[in-house]
Each structure stands twice: as structure tokens, then as C-alpha cells.
């Protein structure tokens, strides 16, 4: 009965340990790798499609390429960590030649009050994913490199813990072998 449970604990912990390691390869390594940068979703105003709690991670693009119907993270105010994921709804060029944007949050009515300017936009949404959002909301970018630091360095005590557990569970078992030199011959 013990070996049961040993079993079904190990295959949770096996469980947790791949859950929370998705968890920072899509939020954290994936986006990092690519120069992206993930963002929570905090308002309704992106409802349905990607609701509070999203996990939003935007990839840069030359502004030149963006068009009607991109979903773009904008940074509100020059200096400021605020920052909004709206979908575009019209791009202009004025008599200078200099581009803007005007955005909408799907689930408003009306669009945005400003438009946008291309030093305003921070990325085109690459992906999202429902609920991660909250986590990431939850933890500061010092924090956030501290928790992939500390899962990484759980992971490796972890294999270390079952790396020695075995060898040492080798050592006591006798093997087949073993069995066959303790024969008596008479």
C-alpha cells in the first residue's frame, strides 16, 4: 500500500513540477527569447476575446507593418509603465508624412480618446494565454527572475534527490547476478 502511495505522490510532484515549468516557458523563457514582452491583461476592455487575467505577450514590429485589425500593446505615457492592449482600428499618415494609429479596446464602444504614434507601440500580440495573467500581475520583473531562479534550482534538487535515490536503491537491491553465485553445489 505504501509503494501505492509513493507511486501517486510522485507522479503529483512529477505533475506540479511539468505544470509550473509550461507555466515559465511560456511566460517568462519563450518571451525572452524572442526579445517579446509579456503583459496582464487588468481590464474588460479586450472582452472576450482576451479577458482580465490574460497573459499577453507582444512581440516589436516595425510600425510601418501594422495594420487594421492588429492587436497592439501601446505605452500610454514617455517614462511611464502604463501601458494598453488595444486593436487598431485605422492607420493615417498625415501631410508630414508621419504615421498614427487610432485603437479601440473590442469590447468599447467608442475608440481610444489619443492617437497613437509609432514610438508609442511596444509590440503586436504574438500570443496570449487565458488566466496566466494573473500570475504574472502578481509578481515584479525582480520577482519574476527570482521565481524562475528558485523553480530552476528546486528542479535541479529535485533530479539530484532522484538521481541518488536510485543509485542508492541499486546498491541495496540485490540483483539477478547476486542470486546466482550464492548456489551451493553439493
Known sequence: MSSVIARVGQAIAWFVILLVL???VV??????????TPYAVLTG???????????IVAKPIDPEQIR?????TIQLESGKARYVTHRVTSVSTN???????????????TPDA?????????GKLWYSVPHLGRINGLLTGQQRQWAVYGVAGGLLLYAGYMFTSSIR????RPSADDDRHEEVST
Open 22 to 24: 509550461t507555466v515559465l
Open 27 to 36: 511566460a517568462v523563457l519563450i518571451p525572452r527569447i524572442a526579445g517579446a
Open 45 to 55: 476592455s479586450m472582452r472576450p476575446s482576451y479577458p482580465p487575467g490574460t497573459l
Open 68 to 72: 487594421i485589425g492588429d492587436v497592439v
Open 95 to 109: 501631410r508630414r508624412g508621419e504615421l498614427s494609429f487610432t485603437t479601440r479596446g473590442d469590447a468599447n464602444d
Open 114 to 122: 489619443d492617437r497613437r504614434r509609432p514610438e508609442q507601440v511596444r
Open 169 to 172: 536503491d541499486r546498491r541495496s
